[in-house]
């Protein structure tokens, strides 16, 4: 083992490293930072890193800690004592958190260094990483494309091996669907099996924090320290832990699949039709029972979301004010106009464009039309999984509608950039589980090839379960074994 | 739900957001399209449906009303952009 294979790795290969001592957590950190002085310019999946404060703590890592030495990415929207915490944001440019998150502190707890902050969609709303405040993030598969996003950084990060591992977080697909176009294993878990406590909230019914790696164990290990209950964030469920691990070699024999038959529709690119064609054979010749099912109101899922998402986030964002953190407009004539100025220079477009539709669909005459309405869809949305979950085990579907778009092709369009988010949404609004790994390749017209995303849903907390199906895929494909031409 | 209603400008008062004249109208055509397309929520019978606001029932989280660390005053005042004698800095509100 070369030290400049050292970041293509996994968290396990590099475990089994750090513990026969073959490799120590330094050499670890020391090859990632070179790679990523390497690649980074090509792809700009960082905002920052702090390598002296990440090698201090490689020096006092424990090895034989669950996740001891393992360097991880982490999403520059959670907090990391002392580091900044940007969200992609001028208006958070200078904040540095003062506490961790509980998922940081949880990992940190493990053994883990958390090194290099990823770039995102300002605030995570966006599809594409282009909404960053900073700079854009390319899809290291297609340096013309888009990572996806928000959690692009983080994405692109783990597919070009310039991070074992990462964190995203998802309010509508934002950690699925940029795994799905990076060609990466992307979790998100139930509502309330993470604690959001240190993440700043976009849409705190929405919102949870999540692994992107090279393997579904990863994602196991990383989900199995992160997850449980938090007192210090109510919304998180005290509710029992699997053996994550343990599970994942059960075989998927005799599982009822369900293929809900509204995520299957015109508008679908056709190689991703195809991929997924193959991935419901490949559970087939596997033994597993695939089932058509219907979720009737998945089509109003994009609607529904954006009302709720956009209602949540505009008052979440009333906090940035320009008086206790951030930036601050210069010379306020008055408290008003350091207010109305201080948003207006610190937000980039698309943020703007959703406190302005947020702050509409909850204001007096509209609320009942559109905030109210979309929560009782939100009901519907529900329904319809529970019924599915009724018949089957889990539920198998793209994760995205077409690989990754080019750079700056939908930026003038915003309901064509929310129209990413489709087959992402509904599990958010639903607080279930829900996992993209990757399942085949398209073609491009210039002879790139593009990842598609293969998503395995599950009821809320059965995390187990869509981790033990996507295992079973992910070991008898190679599909998560290719790398981008970097 | 006409779409048509929305007017950005006022919106964006409440919103406590100045907007350029240009930010305005493009937004005021952007979002009309956004609510054109939410507007099919309208074909959803909803009669009789309770709604979410949030995926799990929620209950009160009551603990013990001990004193645990917080922040200190000078944690608490790092990050704000103007500051003096351990204090926020606006301008002033009260004549």
Known sequence: MTKAELPGLTIEELQRLLRAREVTAREVLEALHERIEAIDPQIDAYLSRDL???????????????????????????????????????????????????????????????????????????????????????????????????????????????????????????IRQPAALCGVVGLKPSYGRVSRY?????????????????????????????????????????????????????????????????????GIAPEVRTAIDAAVAHFDSLGSEIV????????????????????????????????????????????????????AEGFGPEVKRRIILGTYVLSSGYYDAYYLRAQKVRTLIRQDFARAFEKVDALIAPATPEPAFRLGERSADPLRMYLADIFTNAANLAGICAISIPCGFAKTPEGSELPIGLQVMGKALDEARILQIAHAYEQSTEWHRRRPPL | ????????????????????????????????????????????????????????????????????????????????PRTARDLFIVPKVIE
């Open chain 1, 52 to 174: 002296d404060a990440a090698l201090d703590a490689a020096d006092e890592a424990d090895v034989n800690l669950s996740l001891g030495g393992i360097p991880l990415a982490i999403k520059d929207i959670i907090s990391v004592a002392g580091q900044t915490c940007t969200c992609g944001s001028k208006i958070l440019h200078n904040y540095r958190a003062l506490f961790d998150a509980t998922v940081v502190s949880r990992l940190k707890a493990a053994g883990a260094i958390t090194f290099g902050r990823t770039n995102l969609d300002e605030f995570a709303m966006g599809s594409s990483t282009e909404n960053s405040s900073v700079k854009p993030t390319r899809n290291p598969w297609d340096q013309a494309r888009i990572p996806g996003g928000s959690s692009g950084g983080s994405a692109a990060a783990v597919a070009s091996d310039m991070a074992i591992a990462s964190l995203g977080t998802d309010t509508g697909g934002s």
């Open chain 1, 198 to 266: 240190g993440l700043v909230a976009f849409a705190s019914s929405l919102d949870q924090v999540g692994p992107l790696t090279k393997t579904v164990r990863d994602a196991a290990l990383l989900l199995q320290v992160m997850a449980g209950v938090d007192p210090n964030d109510s919304t998180s469920l005290d509710a029992p832990l699997p053996d994550y691990m343990a599970n994942l070699e059960t075989e998927v024999r005799g599982l009822r699949l369900g293929l809900p038959k509204e995520y299957l529709v015109e």
């Open chain 1, 292 to 343: 058509e099912v219907s979720l009737p109101h998945t089509s109003y899922a994009i609607d529904t979301y954006y009302i709720i998402a956009t209602a949540e986030a505009s008052a979440n964002l009333a906090r940035f004010d320009g008086v206790r953190y951030g930036y601050r407009a210069e010379n306020p004539r008055d408290l008003l106009d350091l207010y109305g100025r201080t948003r």
């Open chain 2, 1 to 80: 739900m006409a779409s048509s209603d929305l007017d950005v400008a006022y919106v964006a008062r409440l919103a406590r957001l100045d907007l350029t004249p240009e930010e305005t109208a493009l937004f005021q055509a952007q979002l009309a399209q956004v609510l054109e397309h939410v507007s099919r929520l309208r074909e959803v019978n909803v009669e009789g449906v309770d709604p979410a606001a949030h995926v799990f029932p929620l209950f009160d989280v009551l603990r013990e009303d001990e004193p645990r660390p917080g922040l200190t005053q000078e944690e608490a005042l790092r990050n704000a």
